[in-house]
C-alpha cells in the first residue's frame, strides 16, 4: 500500500512529465509550427502554450503545498488560508483550444492533458477546502 507522501510524489512526477513534454514541444515544435502562421494565431499558440505551463505550475504548488502538510512544515490551516490559493481555476478551466483546428494536434493534446489533470488537482482542492472551513467557521 502507498503512503500520501509516495501518492504525492507520483502526482508531482506526473506533473513534471507533462511539463517537460510541453517545454520539448515549445522549444523544438512549437517554431515549426509558427514559422507558417499568421501572427494572430502565432499569438493564440503562445497563449495557449502558456496556459499549459500555468497549470502545471499551479498543480505542482498545490502538490508540494499538500507534501509540506504531510511532512509536518505546513498546517492545514496554514495551507487553507487565501494567501495559500494556488489553484485559481476560471482561465485554467478553459477548453475551447482544445477543438481549435488552428492550433497544432501536440499543443491541444497538451492542453486536454493538463486541463484533466488540473481540473482533478482542482477537485481535491474544493474537497479540502469544504471540509475543513465547516470546521473553521464552529470554531
Not at 485554467?92 to 492542453?111: A, F, G, T, V, Y
Request: with cysteine; net charge negative; charged share 30%.
Amino acid at each position: 500500500m502507498s503512503s500520501p507522501v509516495t501518492l504525492i510524489d507520483s502526482r508531482i512526477e506526473e506533473a513534471h512529465r507533462l511539463l517537460s513534454a510541453t517545454h520539448a514541444y515549445i522549444k523544438w515544435q512549437a517554431p515549426k509550427d509558427m514559422d507558417t502562421m499568421d501572427p494572430h494565431i502565432t499569438f493564440l499558440l503562445s497563449s495557449e502554450a502558456m496556459r499549459v505551463t500555468v497549470r502545471l505550475t499551479q498543480i505542482i504548488a498545490w502538490l508540494m503545498l499538500q507534501k509540506a502538510i504531510l511532512e509536518g512544515e505546513l498546517t492545514s490551516e496554514e495551507s487553507i488560508s487565501e494567501s495559500c490559493r494556488v489553484m485559481q481555476g476560471e482561465e485554467c478551466l478553459n477548453q475551447s483550444s482544445e477543438e481549435d483546428k488552428d492550433i497544432p494536434p501536440r499543443l491541444r493534446e497538451l492542453l486536454k492533458e493538463s486541463r484533466i489533470f488540473y481540473f482533478s488537482i482542482l477537485r481535491l482542492d474544493t474537497r479540502a477546502r469544504e471540509q475543513y472551513l465547516p470546521r473553521r467557521r464552529q470554531s
